[in-house]
């Protein structure tokens, strides 16, 4: 049994320092048997030594969430079996040289709860006497080792400290990176992080040696390469420092592309400009072999023009090498701001396999109250062009007008909307998306361009810390497009949902997965994450009235063994978020689902390519359960308060689907009660309306904050009942 936790794996407070340790035990029925505890479909955020954070999700996607004062880049690496990296630009020249690669590495950071803060080791010389960087805090001493940890406050000041010795190095003619950041500091890498096994090869191995030189053609001081076997990535995918112009590696004979990263800084350690080579090489199986890479390869230099006036803000550039298999690993990097010089290499297509490439760049209006943003993004599938000055025109643009709606809690805090492009290559990688701030409550129009297909997501991260993920969506050009974020009342549902996911109710082999998004809003194609510890939340799940998961922080549950034959499942999910900063309305939220599952039965709806659930293998396709959801959309501002006398609630209630995919059994019946006393009383009101879709009606009461509870039925022996406690908030003016 393998459960989620809201918890764990979802609430995770800004600064806090809340561990992705501590898997509950489930209570399982003698018929169904656990295996060990995992996260299934779960979102993840890491915390960087910079205090950068990163948000993971299971389809691969991530989102970038800079640290307070942030300037520079940061760079991802992502290789053949999804594991990835991201080193922010100023830790670059300390990188496998004073700073471990465990330190980046997401894999590693999760394992660790490197959520709110980093845990650290830090080494020193022998004889020398232990000091912590800055931002560092040290926690015990022990000879010529300490540990410790760098919080998200405290990454901002580490950052500033990397900055100010590679300006110094800079300035004095040192190897960029080689002074230490304390006197006898030789390695901090992070605290628990498991030592790398022994690799066993597989392949007989040959030694490459890579020379870099920088724009004067000397030895560059540091650099990294991202090394990819071109006939097969999964034999070698290597990300590796150069140091004093030099890196070698041991591999096997083949075709190889090199992606050399250079960055310039200045006497101050500010990074001035980017430099990214891509270069094919080969290693023949007689012997040693010899590259150069010249950072004065990169001759184009990034740019864009778009028809309104605008601050930039972040670019990002994305390089996806596959194999003939269509296996790949890939590189980004990530400019935060006013983008430096960004310059590339121009590169043909390659011989064996593709480079997919794509860049996205962003900005938003110069004059406050100016309300508007773009993002664009162009690309090429196959190699990197020489022209990278891009003029976006007006009949390329999609208008897309996003309105936030916020609790009256949050005292109109600034959010902030994430946006991410992809190609019809990176989609299976998923989309990268960069926020910045946005007003809520408030609107924004978001220009969106793109010459790769107008595949995007969006994403809303409220002050209050609860993300809404959007599907990817693609935006044609000419077009205009509204979409709603946090409209209330937030709570838990399934969704209906396009595009590549991982299936939140779905049944293969002897696998059953039913797992809420404990945060929906008004439209059925967001998932809600919660980013900040609840008050309680609790998941039950029964099999034939039974219970087989019973625990406190999930809000879902993976089982294995499931035995054969039909059941019925009802999950029972509670999150109360009373008392939690930021929330004001939603704050008790109970759904109580029950559905029929015949595993036997040829009727099941099968889940499209390229989503997948949880058991899923060859043989065994999966099987979107017929879970009910439902969705709301109250007559509410984007406060998510109402100052009519009469409330309308807009009810649609369905069934889980992706790509269209899922139950389509008939929706049989639907009623609503509201209460104005906290649930104390609750009255029925009038439900007109049929086939999911109805309309209830009912008088508002002034200065209050109703409670709402929904209840409907399928054909097939389905039903869900919710309760939202403060659902919306009622003002003064009813009349």
Known sequence: MRSRSTARALAVAVGAATALTGVGVAHASPDL??????????????????????????????????????????????????????????????????LDPSLFDTNALIAAGATGQVPLKLTFAPGSTPTAPAGVTLTSVSGATATGY??????????????????????????????PLVPGLTDISLAGAATAPVATPHYPLHILQINANDLAGKP?????????????????????????????????????TAIVLFDDFDASGAFVATRTVVQDLSVPDTGPATATVNESAATAQVGFTVPKPVNAQYELTTFLRQDAAGNGASFAEI????????????????????????????????????????????????????????????????????RFSADPATKGAQGSLLVGASDPLLARYGA?????????????????????????????????????????????????????????????????????????????????????SPVGD????????????????????????????????????????????????????????????????????????????????????????????????????CVILPALTLNYRLDTDENNTSTGPVQALNLTVGHLSYDGAGSHAPITSASVRVSFDNGSTWQRVPVIGFAGHYVALWRNTAGTSPSIEVT??????????????????????TH
Not at 33 to 55: C, E, F, K, M, Q
Not at 62 to 81: E, I, K, M, R
Not at 152 to 175: C, I, M
Not at 714 to 722: E, F, K, P
């Open 150 to 179: 760098v919080s998200t406050t405290g990454g901002p000041a580490f950052a500033a400290a990397l900055r100010a010795k590679v300006g110094a190095d800079h300035a004095d003619g040192r190897p960029v990176g080689s002074t």
């Open 432 to 516: 990268s998306s960069i926020g910045y701030g946005t007003p809520m409550p408030g609107d924004t129009t978001d220009y969106l361009a793109s010459t790769v297909g107008g595949l995007w997501q969006q994403q809303s991260f409220g002050s209050n810390n609860v993300v809404l993920v959007g599907d990817t969506h693609t935006y044609q050009a000419r077009h205009d497009y509204t979409v709603d974020w946090a409209h209330g009342p937030l709570a838990a549902e399934f969704g209906q949902h396009t595009g590549f996911q991982e299936c939140l109710a779905c049944a293969t082999g002897s696998t059953l997965s039913l797992i809420y």
């Open 522 to 621: 008004s439209d059925p194609t967001h998932a809600g994450l919660l980013f900040t510890q609840p008050t309680s939340s609790h998941f039950t799940l029964y099999r034939n009235g039974t219970s087989v998961f019973d625990q406190d922080g999930y809000d879902g549950t993976v089982l294995d063994n499931v035995p054969a034959g039909p059941a019925t499942y009802r999950g029972v999910f509670d999150l109360n978020m009373t008392g939690v900063p930021g929330f004001s309305q939603s704050t008790v939220t109970h759904t109580d689902l029950t559905l029929r599952y015949d595993p036997n039965a040829t009727t099941g709806s099968t889940l499209p390519a390229p989503s997948q659930c949880e058991g899923q293998t060859a043989s065994t396709p």
């Open 712 to 733: 409907a039925t399928d054909a097939v022996g389905g039903s869900i009942t919710q309760t939202v406690t403060n659902a919306y908030t009622v003002g003064a003016s």
């Open 33 to 98: 048997s656990a295996t060990p505890a995992s996260l299934t479909g779960a979102a993840h955020v890491v915390t960087l030594i910079t205090g950068d954070r990163v948000l993971l999700r299971a389809d691969g996607s991530y989102s970038v969430l800079s640290a307070p004062g942030s300037t520079g880049a940061l760079d991802t690496f992502q290789n053949a079996s999804g594991d990835r990296s991201f080193v922010p630009a100023t830790a670059l020249p300390y990188y496998s040289a004073g």
């Open 335 to 402: 400019d935060f701001g006013a983008p430096p010089p960004t310059y590339v290499s121009p590169t043909p297509a390659p011989a064996v396999g593709k480079l997919d490439y794509l860049v996205q760049w962003g900005g938003s209006a110069p004059t406050a109250g100016q309300n508007y943003r773009y993002d664009v993004a162009f690309g090429s599938a196959d190699g990197i062009p020489a022209q990278e000055q891009d003029t976006v025109r007006q009949d390329q643009v999609a208008t897309v007008t996003d």
């Open 220 to 256: 560059v001081a540091g650099a990294d390469v991202l090394l990819i076997n071109a006939d097969n990535v999964r034999t070698a995918d290597i990300i590796a420092p150069i140091n004093n112009g030099v890196d070698k590696v041991a591999v096997p004979a083949g075709n190889y």
